[in-house]
């Protein structure tokens, strides 16, 4: 941790670095690691560091809030933070996903069916914009629109300096249960019944196929019967058919899917034991593997190389949201039409149904189901051709979808969906001179 002194050191030495009023390139934030999935043209920008920011604050353990950098990766929150027997409400899958990333954009995790998504943990936010000026937001401020409007804005209002987040207190142990379902219909009415319960700590999923799909419950619990490790030779998502009962350090359940990037180290050969063990237990983690995927398809002669051996592929990387009475239709339509497997499923509510996200609307008072799917699928088709028709479906069914990836839609669709007017309205008190991407032009456009 850093005193609030070192804090506003950082903080005054930023400012003197933002380019003058007669700058003409835009505004845009270094960055040592990503989990974005967005091939963007590389443009001239001027690059604001922001990289030490990255750091907590101040850890409240009677009233249970963190005081965080935004460059601050959930890993070192999580360490920090677990020291005190608290952990953060939500905490994304994988470790450097940072705070101010998970606010910018959307973050879910098991825990999201009682405290929704990330940013709906979200205290305090203090945010710097393009000319220097810094506020900070609460619900309840003059600049309560851009603690709701912050939200699912990507870097195109402003940038996260410092957040205020709810904590939640933990056990040292997690019991895992795993619940087989031979049908879609009743694994989602299960997971809908596990939820309205709320006795459990966690609920996510796996949906191996159509008619195999596991709910996993997780119960903290002060003692553990054994201990699974799935940090090295053993794999988390393999063991979730062959066991009912499974238990975790708190630790361990928290960053169960970093280990092999939920089931994408498949695409590294890295699931052959042999393969581990040269591999080395230190590497096997998401950021080694977002390198990996960032260089081969930097390189025109390894994806040629792929085309080759593989044939045309169309990239389907997505996390999307829809009801929960809608998702049998989507899964059967996802099955039938993309075949992607596995897929995560997870459920969210909104926390407080008084709340209201501007730039990623959701209904009150109703549970939804997280989709997450990450490959690629052969096609003859036009570019784009099976992301246009997951967009298509997620829409007809009242969902959305996270925009970390490749996005196919229109400007009035997107605005339809992402609150075109009240962004707008934000853009214009926020970022009037527009040294910021448009989220539309970042987005979809990929500008």
Request: hydrophobic residues 35%; neutral net charge.
């Amino acid at each position: 941790m850093i005193s609030v002194e070192e804090y506003a050191g950082k903080r005054a030495h930023v400012l003197r670095s933002l380019p003058g009023t007669g700058a003409t390139e835009p505004l845009a934030l270094a960055k040592s690691s990503s989990n974005l999935f967005r091939h963007r043209a590389q443009k001239r920008v001027h690059q604001l560091d922001l990289r030490a920011f990255n750091h907590v604050l101040h850890i409240n353990e009677q009233e249970r809030y963190a005081e965080v950098e935004g460059l601050t990766t959930y890993e070192e929150l999580v360490r920090e933070t677990l020291v005190f027997n608290l952990m953060p409400a939500v905490v994304p899958q994988l470790k450097t996903i940072t705070i101010g990333g998970a606010i910018a954009g959307i973050g879910i995790e098991s825990s999201s069916f009682k405290y929704g998504f990330v940013h709906e943990t979200m205290q305090e936010l203090e945010v710097l914009f393009p000319d220097g000026e810094v506020v900070v937001a609460t619900r309840e401020n003059e600049h309560r629109d851009l603690f709701f409007g912050f939200p699912n804005s990507y870097g195109t209002l402003g940038y996260a300096l410092r957040v205020k987040i709810a904590l939640i207190p933990v056990k040292p142990f997690v019991k895992l249960t795993h619940h087989k379902y031979t049908d879609l219909e009743s694994c989602f009415q299960a997971m809908a019944r596990l939820c309205k319960d709320g006795t459990v700590d966690f609920v996510d999923g796996t949906m191996f196929h159509g008619q195999e799909l596991y709910i996993t419950t997780g119960q903290f619990v002060d003692r553990a019967e054994w201990l699974s490790d799935y940090t090295y030779l053993q794999i988390y998502y393999q063991s979730i058919p062959s066991r009912t009962t499974d238990y975790l350090t708190i630790h361990d359940y928290i960053w169960r899917w970093d280990t092999d990037w939920f089931w994408c180290s498949k695409h590294f050969l890295l699931q052959y034991p042999l393969m581990r063990r040269m591999w080395g237990k230190e590497r096997l983690r998401s950021s080694v593997y977002w390198k990996l995927w960032k260089r081969f398809n930097a390189s025109p002669v390894t994806n040629l190389m792929a085309r080759a051996i593989e044939g045309r592929q169309e990239s389907v990387i997505q996390d999307v949201e829809v009801p929960i009475e809608q998702a049998p239709r989507f899964a059967q339509f996802f099955n039938e039409q993309i075949g992607i497997k596995p897929v995560w499923i997870c459920p969210v509510a909104p926390f407080d149904p008084s709340a209201a996200y501007a730039l990623y609307p959701m209904s009150p008072q109703k549970l939804y189901v997280n989709f997450g799917f990450w490959d690629s699928v052969k096609t003859t088709h036009d570019d784009g051709h099976f992301n246009k028709m997951i967009e298509a479906k997620v829409s007809e069914l009242g969902g959305h979808k996270s925009l970390y990836s490749s996005s196919y839609y229109s400007k009035e669709e997107f605005g339809r969906l992402y609150s075109a007017s009240e962004y707008l309205r934000l853009k214009t008190r926020y970022d009037s001179k527009g040294k910021l991407k448009h989220l539309y032009e970042k987005c979809v456009l990929k500008q």
